[in-house]
């Protein structure tokens, strides 16, 4: 065996309930991990080493007394730092934040504490989450654990790289239009987006609220799915958290996906997307044929339509959302002569490029005499796309494309035209306008050594069908947990 | 008043209704409350042209008798039960604060000076 940084979670576990294995020695190497790899990837905005180890500490000494604290019990797991944590810095990659320390937990650290996790550190995002690389973040790039000259993806790119490096077992990131699963395809994980309102956004540092999901990136499909039971769960903190039934989401693993109805998207799987990404996603697709699921092609004609109406409705809700950040209660000032003035130059001086592109953006779509043109088409575009969901899952149980058109790209390559890094997510965007759930699986790589994810998507509340068929391409790939040459040959302790 | 780039000439693209789409881009600044140079205005203004234009694309889906969605879930009025629990500590509040004074936050004056 390699270093304990590299297990999965159910083996981690199974280790730690035999005694093979002590939380702090799984600490202590994924720690070592960082070490190793930090200094190239920067997926770490803080690490926070100190209560890391006492949490350790603690879970070892808990089980020293029969104590298993829950199903997390000694993992450690990273959170993405746009989701605050009480006493440790949380900036959201913005330098509007630097500095800042929240008085509270979000309500999914406080479900992955009370199940044991031990919170290894902050990941890097592009500021606020908005963006598709990481590179917008305000504190600098995150880069690909397959190819250090590469883009993690984003803007859960620091959360994917640091689970692909085993800086972390498995992470939490948000998922406004790809944010998890787009990141998860570039480096070679698992990253999964819950169905609206599973996971409360408590403490979620709000992008575009009707479109923000928070999520689990991990190293295999059952991991994602046992983190998800963990996290997900009604939340009377969050007034849009769903309020039924929440079943247990590793059931249907290993079911396999015989007589299961398969939909290909046909507008998300042909044209655009790169030949060798297709390649890898009909391999895919034909070995969910042969392991009998009935598969067919699906036309969802408003797909073409979804990216357009998300990049109006996404701007305009961070418009609105981001205006909380006027130097006042938290964060950074530049003093001014007047509130406004005041107001008008802390938000110049911290926030970058993006995020100012898209409140100018935002607030341009939603100002007198341009509402109905862009913000009310785009809401009625987002009716078309649920319509053209629901239409096809009459006829099909879950639907298919690739995750990402291309592998992860060289950093700097798209910086200076925003256009070119928004199409990255043309396959991903539709499942945050419908609410629905949406999982990348890794299935191969291209010719340059980089992985290639696959994207499922579910109606809504479809998560057990959506880890059953995952499960199912994760086994037929045989990707087998393969992890990154900087890694590969690092045998720990 | 106000910077206003104009998408006609930038990419020749009239979009509404046979109108070129004209950006005060100065004016939507303000309105959101960030102080930008003019160089940056010039160059913001530019992209959010390119933006829109893609954007613009939303106007070719006819949408006649289509309701506009603002949330996934068809959710109403999401109450919870109306308990007294403990605010956070005034001075746990304020210990982020930029500046404060007397248990407040402390801003410069709201209106200018005459």
């Known amino acids: 065996m390699s270093s304990p940084a590299d297990l999965t979670l159910a083996e981690a576990s199974a280790g730690l309930r035999g005694g093979k294995l002590s939380a702090r020695e799984l600490l202590e190497a994924t720690f070592d991990r960082a070490s190793l790899t930090e200094a190239e990837l920067h997926a770490y905005l803080t690490i926070d080493h100190e209560n890391a180890r006492a949490a350790a500490a603690a879970a070892d000494e808990a089980q020293a007394n029969g104590l298993w604290v829950g199903p997390l019990h000694g993992i450690p797991v990273a959170i993405k730092d746009n989701m605050v944590t009480a006493a440790l810095q949380t900036t959201a990659g913005s330098q509007i934040l630097a500095g800042y320390v929240p008085p509270y937990d979000a309500t999914a650290v406080t479900a992955l504490k009370s199940a044991g996790a031990i919170i290894v550190g902050k990941t890097n995002l592009d500021e606020f989450a908005m963006g598709s690389s990481t590179e917008n973040s305000g504190y600098g790039p995150s880069a690909n654990p397959w190819d250090t000259t590469r883009v993690p993806g984003g803007s859960s790119g620091g959360s994917a790289a640091a689970v692909a490096a085993g800086s972390a077992m498995i992470a939490l990131g948000s998922d406004t239009g790809g944010s998890i699963r787009q990141p998860a395809s570039l480096c070679g994980v698992v990253g999964m987006k819950p169905t609206y309102g599973l996971v409360s956004r408590y403490g979620l540092i709000a992008f575009a609220s009707s479109l923000d999901q928070i999520g689990p990136i991990s190293r295999t499909v059952e991991d994602a799915a046992a983190t998800l039971e963990v996290i997900a769960g009604h939340d009377p903190l969050d007034a849009t958290s769903y309020r039924g039934e929440y079943p247990r989401y590793r059931s249907l693993l290993g079911e396999g996906v015989s007589g299961l109805r398969v939909g290909v998207v046909a507008e998300l799987s042909g044209a655009g997307i790169h030949p060798e990404v297709l390649s890898a996603f009909r391999s895919a697709v034909d070995s969910l044929a042969e392991g009998g699921a009935i598969v067919s092609e699906v036309s969802l004609p408003s797909m073409e339509y979804a990216l357009s109406a998300y990049y109006l409705i996404a701007p305009a809700e961070c418009s609105a959302n981001l205006a909380r950040f006027d130097g006042v209660r938290y964060g950074l000032r530049v003093d001014g002569a007047t509130v406004e003035e005041m107001t008008a130059r802390t938000r110049a001086a911290g926030f970058g490029p993006e995020v100012t592109r898209r409140i100018l953006l935002g607030t341009y779509a939603l100002s007198a005499g341009y509402y109905d043109a862009f913000y009310g088409q785009a809401q009625k575009v987002r009716t078309l796309v649920i319509q053209d969901f629901t239409r096809a899952y009459e006829g099909v149980d879950v639907l298919v494309s690739p995750t990402s058109p291309i592998t992860a790209f060289e950093l700097g390559s798209r910086t200076e035209d925003p256009l070119s890094m928004y199409l990255v997510d043309v396959c991903t965007i539709p499942s945050n306008l419908a609410g629905t759930p949406g999982i990348s699986v890794p299935v191969g790589i291209d010719g340059a050594g980089l992985p290639i994810g696959f994207q499922i998507m579910a109606p809504a509340l479809g998560e057990e069908v959506l880890f059953r068929v995952a499960a199912e391409v994760e086994r037929a790939s045989a990707w087998n947990n393969r992890r990154p040459p900087m890694v590969e040959a690092d045998h720990g302790v | ?114």
């Not at chain 2, 990419?11 to 140079?37: E, K, N």
């Not at chain 2, 603002?70 to 308990?83: C, G, K, T, Y």
Request: charged residues 25%; proline residues 10%; negative net charge.
């Open chain 2, 1 to 114: 008043m106000g910077r206003r780039v104009c998408m006609e000439s930038v990419r020749g693209a009239p979009t509404i209704g046979g109108m070129a789409i004209d950006i005060d881009i100065a004016y939507v600044a303000r309105l959101a409350r960030i102080d930008l140079s003019d160089e940056e205005l010039e160059r913001i203004g530019r992209q959010l042209g390119g933006i829109l234009e893609h954007a613009a694309l939303v106007q070719q889906l006819p949408t006649e008798g289509v309701e506009p969605t603002s949330h996934p879930l068809p959710m109403v009025n999401a109450f919870r039960p109306d308990r007294v629990v403990p605010p956070l500590e005034r001075d746990t509040a304020l210990t982020q604060a930029p500046q404060a004074e007397d248990g407040y936050f402390r801003v410069p004056p709201t209106l200018e000076a005459e």
